[in-house]
Every structure is written in structure tokens, then in C-alpha cells.
């Protein structure tokens, strides 16, 4: 090989760098997909909080990751925290099956219709208007481009997933304001997106469910049509004074430390934490909020608050479905292509949304 030939190659580490990451795929998708029994001599002693008792592929990931020495995005620069939940997601996430996946734009953002292989186009059909999770600084299509597909893939729902401002760069009420824009674009245009106004939903999994529960309110306010929320461990109070906030926060994923950076960036004026567009918990409950579906994790800081807001909407006569994953921490969302339990719970998320809208 010639001087010239060796010095126009990329550098080892950067040829080496695919390699690694199809390993570690195969290592971790291997582990955690093994028997139950091989899992738990490997993950260790159970773990048991609260009369809860981790699930044990859960468990393994968790020892995995700290094995690998893996940091959280949390303790990294924020664009290289970034692309780390980018990473992480693309390993739990694996390849779904999908009828088809297009991008598009809602209004002045990015968005991504997932459309499912038993949709048949003509009719007006369901939709779910869908903002992702990451703390209000984290994520993107990407980042749940998998759960993504596999809700729409097994609802049978359409799903519309929504790419807003993020902070630091736009602290609140940034990405609130872009949701709830984003959905009265997709009220607006309706027709053109083959969607049954009378079938339209929000929903989102952690700062992505706090954003569709804000959405859901602002559109009861507002009289527009909007048939159900789907919420998936959402954080509805940024006081942060839940007992789950500091039962678990170290050692499941989401840490206090990760949970700091997000109301930082995302709220630097503590005076806004009690502005109901970031605490839907202190909301007032308007006539006519869509009915819900809010699932929860047994390990996830946010469980309380989330669980509260449940029992606030039932209070207000909202008709709402709570639901604990008890063995699961948060994030689980987006762990669909590997392991058993976080692929399972779900599948019972992406039944909520079919009964819901048929």
C-alpha cells in the first residue's frame, strides 16, 4: 500500500467505530434476549422497592450499561449528551416494521407520519399527534423513530410525530408553544392528512407527555376537537417535591442529576416551575378535556407526580385510565427492540391507543 493510499484512510478509531457498535448491538440484544433464569444469574441479586421487584431484563441492561461505563447524557456537553440518547435509543430501539414512514412539515416544524401496514388510504382515519421525550433538551425524531413505528405498527393508529424547539437554546415556553401550534395545525389541516377530526389524539412519553397533556388542556379550552390523550410517565410537576423523586433518583436511568439539568435549561426562572404550562398538575381542569391514558413506571422519579395528575383529571370528571408498570423504569418506551417486559408494557400502550380510537 502506498504512503499516499495509508494517509488518505480514515483514522483506525474511525474505522473501527461501526464495528464496535454492531458488537455492542449483538452483545446487548443477545444478553437481553436470553432466558430468564440465565438473566437473572447474570443481572443479580432482585431488586425490590417498595413491594416492587425490578424486571430482571431491566435489571441486566441497567448492569450492562454500568459495566460498559456508559455516561449519562447528563454529565456530558449537551450536544454530546445529545447524540448519547441518540446512541442509546438506537441500541434499545433495534429496527421496527412499519407500513411506511415519511417526513413532512407541521406548519413551520419537522415531523414524521408513521403510517401502518394495515392502514387503507381513502377514509378518514385516526391520528395520533405524538411529542417525543428527552427533558425538553434531549431527543428528536430519531431519537423515537422506533416506539414510533412499533405504536403505529400495533395500534394500527397513524401517528404524527412532532420535532420542536429544544433548550437551552429555547428555554419555555418554546416547546410548549410549538406543540400546541403544531396541533392546531393538524385541527386545521385535517383533510389533508386523510385524518377524522372526530379521531384525533396527543400524546408523548415523559417532557413529550407533559407537552400533550398541556396541549390537551389548551385545546379543551379553546373547543377543539380532541378525543383522547395518551401519556406515557409524564412530568406534570417541576416543584419536584414527589416522594418518588428521591426514592429514585440514582441507579434507574433517569437520575436527579439529569432531572436538574432539564428544569435548568428548560426553566432557569424557578418562578416559572408553578406556570401551569409546565406543571399541568396545578392546572386548572377545563369542561370537555379529552379522556386519558396514563401509564407510569414502579422505578421512575416521576411516578408520583404523574399518578397525582391522574387522580387531579378524575377528580375534574375527566374519564381517565391509570396504569403502573410496576417492574419498569423510565425510559422504557423506547426499549423495543430488545428484552421481553419493556417491549410488553409497550404493547399494552399501543392497545390503550387502538381501543381508544378505533
Known sequence: ??????????????????????????????????????????????????????????QLMLRLQKVARKAGAETLDIPDGRLAILEQSA???????????????????????????????????????????????????????APCRFLAERSGVRVLAVDYRLAPEEPFPAAYDDCVAAYRWVVANAADLDADPARLAVGGDSAGGNLAAGVAIAAARDGLPLAFQLLIYPMTDARGQAASRQAFGAGFFLTTEFIGLASSSYTPDAATHTDPRVSPLLADIPPGLAPAYLCTAGFDPLRDEGEAFARRLADAGVEVELQRFADQIHGFFNIVGAGRTSRAACAVIAAKLRAALG
Open 1 to 58: 500500500m502506498s504512503r499516499a493510499t495509508r494517509a488518505s484512510r480514515p483514522p483506525l478509531k474511525e474505522r473501527l467505530a461501526p464495528r464496535l457498535a454492531r458488537a455492542e448491538a449483538a452483545v446487548f440484544r443477545g444478553a437481553m434476549n436470553l432466558p430468564e433464569g440465565v438473566q437473572r444469574r447474570l443481572a443479580g441479586r432482585p431488586v425490590v422497592r417498595e413491594g416492587q421487584t425490578l424486571a430482571v431484563d431491566t
Open 91 to 145: 441500541l434499545a430501539g433495534g429496527r421496527q416494521p412499519i407500513g411506511s414512514a415519511q417526513d413532512v412539515k407541521v406548519g413551520h416544524l419537522l415531523g414524521r407520519l408513521y403510517t401502518p401496514t394495515s392502514h387503507r388510504p381513502g377514509a378518514p382515519a385516526p391520528l395520533l399527534v405524538f411529542f417525543h421525550g428527552g427533558g425538553f433538551i434531549y431527543g428528536d425524531l430519531d431519537s423515537h423513530d
